[in-house]
């Protein structure tokens, strides 16, 4: 037992007087503007039918997998199912992780060496940073989306250089511009690696495979948690590059695969997003609902994340709370975790919200810009 915490209860103390103390709480009902469930698979009772006749087929889907995948937790679903995710996204390869977090981290801490520079973008996520400072390479910031001051910083590299970015950022809610980040890659021969999580099932198979740039990519990210309703993640790359990661990447080599049923669970996904193209239809004309109410945002006019900013800590408690109170379930976002004079609500939107919830979500958040 830890003798001396009290500089920890200060820490917290200090949290909960600014009222962004973090705590676990139960799920509450009401009407979900704040998951990442984006098409609704996670509710949808005919994946859920799927899912259990897979089960029933096959208990042993269930089982733990008794190891790593370099000892006794490698299986034939493993594998098939990252044969067929390359296959769908016209990559060379797939590597299966537990999570996504799990996947950055691995990429990160791997691939660049102690004489690379790591360039991300400065609204990266926070796994992308994990893992960087696992790597010994250098971590250098770029403004957000900003391609002039990511070339600025490549022009005075010296070394090998990897550019890290998301093609739809969680918390803005806007597109990178991936393409000309691509260019410049391209042009400064460094190696673009791109997480996709919030673009894949929203917009297919996400933009790398829309924008067919898969051949101008090191590495994309892809993760099954949000849109999927599933879990887990996958790492799309070459062969070698896949290679490379069974060898040396410690996220991957030190970590009890998965059960099967998380494999399949991704693998049932795939099928059912296939056969549901009409989901993504009915997210985007409900964010076009949103966006008629003519909320400042500085998110993207398709994006299923939509932020409004409120500048004030306090404002932006009331707005929650009277969201809460509506039935409304939102996630706000104070400062530090963003800038002072940022703070906002993180809205998602979904296939399943109604035109009406929506309409009048809208209505009380007007109230307190």
Not at 42 to 49: F, H, M, R, V
Not at 159 to 166: F, M, S
Request: glycine fraction near 6%; aromatic fraction near 8%.
């Amino acid at each position: 037992m830890l003798s001396n915490t009290s500089h920890f209860q200060e820490s917290l103390d200090k949290r909960k007087e600014k009222g962004i103390l973090r705590s676990l709480r139960l799920q509450s009902d009401g009407i979900d503007f704040y998951s990442n469930d984006y098409l609704g698979f996670t509710k949808s009772k005919d994946l859920q039918k799927l899912l259990l006749q897979k089960i029933m087929d096959n208990p042993q889907l269930l089982s733990g997998s008794t190891g790593s995948r370099l000892i006794s937790g490698n299986s034939d679903i493993a594998v098939s199912v990252e044969n067929e995710i390359a296959q769908k996204h016209h990559f060379e390869s797939a590597l299966l992780f537990p999570s996504g977090y799990n996947a950055n981290l691995a990429l990160f801490s791997t691939l660049p060496s102690r004489h690379n520079v790591i360039i991300v973008d400065e609204q990266i996520h926070r796994s992308v940073h994990d893992g960087c400072k696992l790597s010994n390479a250098k971590k250098l910031k770029f403004k957000h989306n900003d391609i002039e001051d990511l070339e600025n910083i490549l022009k005075r590299q010296k070394g090998y250089c990897y550019i890290a970015i998301e093609s739809l950022y969680s918390m803005e809610g806007d597109f990178a511009p991936v393409q000309e980040i691509a260019a410049l890659a391209s042009k400064y021969k460094s190696s673009l690696i791109v997480d996709e999580a919030h673009a894949f099932g929203v917009f297919g198979y996400g933009l790398i495979e829309k924008l067919q740039l898969q051949n101008h990519v090191s590495a994309a990210l892809v993760t099954y948690g949000k849109a999927l309703g599933a879990h887990g993640a996958a790492i799309l790359c070459t062969e070698t590059v896949k290679s490379y990661l069974i060898n040396f990447a410690s996220p991957f080599i030190y970590t009890t695969s998965a059960q099967d049923f998380q494999w399949m669970s991704i693998k049932t996904g795939y099928e059912f997003l296939d056969q549901n193209h009409e989901l993504a239809e009915k997210l985007q004309n409900n964010i076009k609902v949103f966006r008629s109410s003519k909320l400042q945002s500085p998110s993207a006019e398709t994006s299923p994340v939509q932020a409004v900013l409120i500048p004030d800590n306090q404002i932006l408690k009331a707005a929650q709370n009277t969201l809460s109170e509506e039935g409304f379930l939102t996630y706000a976002i104070y400062s530090p975790t963003v800038k002072e004079g940022s703070e906002r609500l993180r809205i998602c939107l979904h296939s399943f919200n109604s035109e009406e919830e929506i309409i009048k979500l809208t209505g009380i958040i007007k109230e307190f810009i």
